[in-house]
């Protein structure tokens, strides 16, 4: 095979400001999903040094449904069952695959998935693997959810409909209308599936999302991910034993996948008694979101963040990475985001507040910042 179609398009890609490349973690945190500063926490660390020291292994060994399946995953999901309000969880390697599992499986032919345009990419390749027709609503459009099932009853549909949103979108950090579109949801039969992975931890009571109103409900399945505000590894998907079950059963990425490590299922279990004692890091961070506000939102003339995702769009892919590279040899960690992760047009840094990082920290990345953009 000629190598001549890779290294062309790589060329294109690169000439056109879009070449992804790989870089070590270097100056002040403003890129991870670290956002409670937990990902090296002493507390969690201790629990997976004693389960090590209790003989409780690294690797599983095998898939769930052979001999992969320990104590410590279904302690995990139990604990998560409880912690999230909701009859039963199912821990799997990461929230990408927790969607591939989700989208691949539950919606079946016949049925209408609607899902939000900007939701993650994880849920467009699980919707490509799907038997189901999918459409895409207006990001944060209600009636646009509306529009496309009606549409879909007045050709003649006749399958369950399928909502699917994130509860709070990583590259623009705007919250999803949960309370109508449970509404929505209920008036339709429908099931909300609200991928929670920016908002497990840092909202809610107990960190335990922005979804905590609907968790439990019949028809809500919510999908929390244990790599982030967590500070650990995998996801958790959560809502009625009946799905659940169908997805041990039907689900080919869980079947066919070898287990998480154990030990991982340690951390986020420990991750899961940290989250619900640290409301002094959420109002910290919160502190933190009003000192973005004040010193890069207002000079910037960009509106005050929703949440802990800050972004400065600056439209232009090439000037977007030219002033990432800028602020990273000045000390901040900032990673300039390009299509096709945003749409074309609003390539953008993606500022991400941590508790890595102090108040004059983001007090000086918004003077450095505003210099560059001005």
């Known amino acids: 095979m000629t190598a001549e179609p890779f290294r062309s398009q790589l060329a294109a890609l690169e000439?056109?400001?879009?070449?992804?490349?790989?870089?070590?973690?270097?100056?002040?945190?403003f890129a991870s999903n670290d956002y409670l500063g937990l990902a090296g926490d002493p507390i969690i660390a201790q629990a997976v040094a004693d389960a090590v020291a209790r003989g409780v292994p690294l690797g599983s060994g095998g898939s769930r449904l052979l001999r992969g399946?320990?104590?410590?995953?279904?302690?995990?999901?139990?604990?998560?069952?409880?912690?999230?309000?909701?009859?039963?969880?199912?821990?799997?390697?990461?929230?990408?695959?927790?969607?591939?599992?989700?989208?691949?499986?539950?919606?079946?032919?016949?049925?209408?998935?609607?899902?939000?345009?900007?939701?993650?990419?994880?849920?467009?390749?699980?919707?490509?693997?799907?038997?189901?027709?999918a459409v895409f609503a207006r990001h944060n459009d209600v009636q646009s959810?509306?529009?496309?099932?009606?549409?879909?009853?007045?050709?003649?549909g006749k399958g369950r409909i399928w909502i699917?949103?994130?509860?709070?979108?990583?590259?623009?950090?705007?919250?999803?209308?949960?309370?109508?579109?449970?509404?929505?949801?209920?008036?339709?039969e429908a099931m909300l599936i609200l991928d929670e992975a920016h908002g497990t931890g840092v909202f809610g009571p107990a960190g335990r999302g922005l979804s905590h109103g609907l968790d439990g409900r019949h028809n809500v399945i919510t999908l929390h991910t244990c790599g982030k505000a967590m500070g650990a590894e995998g996801a958790l998907?959560?809502?009625?034993?009946?799905?659940?079950?169908?997805?041990?059963?039907?689900?080919?990425?869980?079947?066919?996948?070898?287990?998480?490590?154990?030990?991982?299922?340690?951390?986020?279990?420990?991750a899961l008694d940290r989250i619900a004692a640290v409301?002094?890091?959420?109002?910290?961070?919160?502190?933190?979101?009003?000192?973005?506000?004040?010193?890069?939102?207002?000079?910037?003339?960009?509106?005050?963040?929703?949440?802990?995702?800050?972004?400065?769009?600056?439209?232009?892919?090439?000037r977007t990475m030219r002033i990432a590279a800028v602020l990273q040899e000045a000390g901040f960690d900032v990673r300039g985001i390009r299509p096709p992760t945003v749409p074309a047009g609003t390539s953008r840094l993606r500022i991400s507040l941590t508790l890595n990082v102090g108040r004059s920290d983001v007090a000086a990345l918004g003077e450095t910042l505003r210099r560059l953009v001005q």
């Open 15 to 29: 000439q056109r400001g879009r070449l992804r490349r790989l870089s070590p973690n270097a100056g002040r945190d």
């Open 69 to 133: 399946n320990a104590p410590e995953h279904e302690g995990l999901e139990a604990k998560a069952a409880d912690f999230f309000r909701t009859q039963a969880a199912l821990f799997v390697a990461n929230g990408f695959f927790g969607n591939l599992c989700l989208f691949s499986t539950l919606p079946q032919r016949g049925d209408l998935i609607v899902a939000d345009e900007l939701v993650h990419a994880s849920v467009h390749d699980g919707i490509r693997m799907s038997k189901a027709t």
């Open 145 to 156: 959810f509306a529009d496309l099932i009606a549409a879909f009853r007045a050709e003649g």
């Open 164 to 188: 699917a949103v994130e509860t709070l979108y990583s590259m623009d950090g705007d919250k999803a209308p949960l309370a109508d579109l449970a509404r929505l949801a209920a008036t339709h």
């Open 237 to 270: 998907i959560c809502g009625p034993q009946l799905h659940i079950d169908y997805l041990v059963n039907r689900a080919r990425p869980f079947i066919y996948s070898t287990a998480p490590s154990p030990l991982m299922a340690v951390a986020a279990s420990a």
């Open 279 to 318: 409301d002094d890091r959420r109002d910290r961070l919160a502190i933190l979101r009003q000192d973005a506000a004040e010193a890069i939102c207002a000079p910037l003339g960009l509106p005050a963040p929703q949440s802990q995702i800050v972004p400065v769009i600056l439209q232009e892919d090439q």
